[in-house]
């Protein structure tokens, strides 16, 4: 017989991990809420329509398609199969797709219901995403997007929005980031100023591997592109940029000097650092000119978030977009969106060993009893720590005590309630502390208050 197993690239996740998932989940949800985001959810699926194309050819080769229901091949004609080329076959048996991102089924939702909502509309959205990608290590099939967007409005005020919400994210979870911020009008300016306005996308994709392979390798890649050495000398400057975010952008006025479009990218970025100083942000925020990000879809600020202590990629990141709806035939809505990456934040908070030691979720007291009639008064008990929030459980049948102590320890219960004759003729139960080992004998009252003392 076949050992079940689950398909590769994705995960299980025991009641423990669920705990911690959750944990970060519920986090960022609070913190959206506490901004004024409101929640939506949409299909798993949507029409293979509405998804191909939008993330270019790619992307089209990463989407599941979902065959269509019943006989999927009586709409190929006899004949056609062994003559149709792939695509063509998937035109024809699949009409659906799991959705690879949240960002163009919001769009598509957007345009859907442009007449129920009111804007600037503010959405948050936590769901799996599915992509064919070849699994390796922090790459999933199946993985959580946390996703929060604020469409119909320019002002950057939402920019700062955002750059608070990581800011509260991060420090309630504890983990030390930078924020890195660059501007795709900056990354424009920089093309128009050495010539190259065609190669932009050429340029940032070697500036983004500065970090990686350094100035030389750099240098040689962007010349390999057909980038003139004229074009690469008036580069340097702008690649050895150094000092504080005010000193880089006053270098970047003088470089940038003839560019009105890279101008206003150093006017808006100025404008969204100053607002971060008003306001105190504590994250460090870095101006990074080698920061890209998926350039030909964002048209403004660019954000991604690093974790300090955790060799691992962007753990956030987004930025802003001025046609996010375009696609779907609704031209000038102009948004600002940012990701939080659940998968990797939980690989961070795991190698740190940040989780707090109880979640809301564990069972904090459990009864344990020596017989049936103790049981019941157990039931009675437990009814009325429910009602008051406090999550209580009830070993079902009146085993060796050993066994169910076991049961306890295994689920890290803190707190077991031992009830036998005596205690039933005293009216109250045995209290044992489950990490010290002490126990004592307590009224209901007393029960109540020692839990709710130990939140």
């Known amino acids: 017989m076949q050992k079940p197993s689950i398909p590769k690239g994705t995960r299980d996740f025991t009641p423990l991990e669920m705990a911690n998932r959750n944990y970060i989940f519920d ?31 790619e992307g089209d080769k990463l989407l599941f398609k979902i065959l269509n229901s019943g006989d999927f091949l009586n709409q190929v004609p006899e ?8 695509l063509q076959l998937t035109g024809k048996i699949s009409e659906k797709g799991l959705r690879y991102d949240l960002t163009v089924p919001f769009a598509r939702f957007v345009v859907q219901n442009r007449d129920k909502i009111s804007f600037p509309f503010k959405r948050y959205q936590i769901q799996p995403v599915w992509r064919a990608d070849r699994p390796q290590k922090g790459r999933y099939r199946e993985f959580y997007q946390c996703d929060v967007d604020v469409v119909g409005s320019d002002s950057l005020l939402n920019e700062l929005e955002l750059i608070q919400i990581v800011d509260e994210v991060y420090r309630r979870l504890n983990i030390r980031v930078v924020l ?5 009008k900056i990354l424009s300016g920089i093309a128009e100023m050495i010539g190259e306005a065609e190669k932009i996308t ?11 392979i350094g100035l030389e390798k750099v240098n040689e890649e962007i010349a390999s592109k057909g980038i003139s050495k004229e ?8 690649l050895l940029l150094s000092g504080t975010n005010a000193e880089k952008l006053e270098q970047l006025k003088s470089v940038l000097a003839g560019s009105e479009i890279g101008l206003k990218g150093i006017e808006e970025i100025s404008t969204i650092i100053g607002l971060c100083e008003t306001m105190k942000i504590d994250t460090p925020i870095e101006l990074d000119l080698t920061l890209a990000r998926g350039l030909n879809y964002y048209t403004g600020a660019i954000f991604e978030v690093k974790a300090l202590d955790v060799q691992i990629g962007s753990i956030t990141g987004g930025g802003r977009y001025d046609n996010l709806t375009g696609v779907f035939g609704m031209e000038g809505v102009s948004g600002v969106g940012i990701s939080f990456g659940a998968d990797r934040i939980y690989d961070v908070l795991n190698q740190l060993e940040l989780y707090p030691e109880t979640s809301a979720e564990q069972t904090r007291l459990l009864f344990v009893s020596f017989g049936w009639k103790e049981l019941n008064y157990c039931l009675a008990w437990a009814a009325q720590l429910r009602k008051l ?9 009146p085993a060796k005590m050993k066994k169910q102590m076991s049961y306890a320890d295994g689920k890290k219960i803190p707190f ?37 003392n130990a939140e």
Not at 31 to 38: A, D, S, T
Not at 180 to 184: D, G, H, I, V
């Open 27 to 57: 986090t960022i949800k609070e913190v959206f809420r506490l901004y004024g985001f409101q929640q939506i959810e949409t299909p798993a699926m949507e029409n293979l329509s509405t998804l191909m194309g939008k993330y270019g050819e």
């Open 79 to 86: 004949g056609e199969l062994s003559t149709l080329s792939s």
């Open 180 to 184: 890195k911020l660059n501007n795709r």
């Open 202 to 212: 050429d340029i940032t994709v070697a500036i983004d591997k500065l970090d990686k």
């Open 231 to 238: 074009a690469i000398a008036l580069l340097q400057p702008i």
């Open 389 to 397: 929030g406090i999550n209580t459980e009830v070993y079902p049948e």
């Open 416 to 452: 077991v309630a031992i009830v036998g004759e005596t205690e039933m003729i005293a009216g109250k139960v045995m209290l044992k502390d489950m990490k010290s080992g002490q126990q004592q004998l307590v009224s209901r009252e007393e029960l109540i208050a020692t839990l709710g």
